[in-house]
């Protein structure tokens, strides 16, 4: 039995609940001693709190793990370079074991993340090295968090969500192999299917683009599973905002415009999540991302 002991509050004014702060992990097994709890709700911590749990080795988003599988799937994620990539516990379950999903809907398994940051994809979020943890909406809002129904459905009309009720609430189930075999799927179709972005030049409905990449993620699943490959050398950085020598679409739907924080003209992005360290300038800085065309499938189309 897995579980999530996810800290990852970047949104505090301290950064006090970001990371394990008591965390004295040992590489010669690879787990953790945090007894720090985790911030996803009482299931995982009644986990974590029983006699014999392991906990994995990330600063924010370790697992807790319970049985005789335990040590073995979480003993490498401290070498991990990001929290869902390479190595974390996820890579080493067994096709045939399960992702539960207890009273919410598939949008919120972290492990989405998995394959774009195991293949390097262009749009690789705002970087902590320390911390090796990625903000994966600062160049891009996601489909899964814009629109968690459409990813629902999907999941569903590509027969590898089965749903049913547990209790009052709507759970679901779906087998390791077949969530990675979706997820390498589309991503191998499409590099850029979770990003959102304007479904062309003249509009900025991102609800278009979500039912669009919808549509293709399942065509491309009904030909079959494909493996991606590696489609950036790019490891992942800090996003910063642009610079003269970057390009910056004016002419975009989702442009939001120039504005001025701390003396210098920083352009934004409506299509972009807002960025951990300009949204307490408030005002459109807590409602936008910065822009970061170099990178954008939009700038690349159009």
Known sequence: LLVPAFRDSVWDDDYSDFTNSDCECTPSDGLCTSRQPGFQGVIAETVRQRPGSLRSCHPTHSWIGLGKSARRLLGRHYLSPTQCGADNPFELMDESD???TLGVMVDRVTL???YEEKQMVPYMGHYWPEQRHLNNTVPGLRLQYEF???LQDLCKAAGILKTGAVGKSSSGIMTVGDFKQFMG????DDPYCMVLRPPDRDSDDLAVDAFRK???????WKQGPREPKAVS????KRVEPAESSDVVREDCPSFAGYHHMQGKKISLCKANGR????FRGEGVFNQYGLTTCNDCSWNMKH
Request: glycine fraction near 4%.
């Open 148 to 150: 968690p129904g459409i």
């Open 98 to 100: 399960c992702v539960l």
């Open 214 to 220: 919808a549509e293709r993620m399942l065509h491309a």
């Open 233 to 236: 050398n790019k490891f992942p």
């Open 185 to 188: 799927t589309v991503i191998a």
């Open 112 to 114: 989405w993340h998995y």
């Open 275 to 278: 960025h951990p360290e300009f």
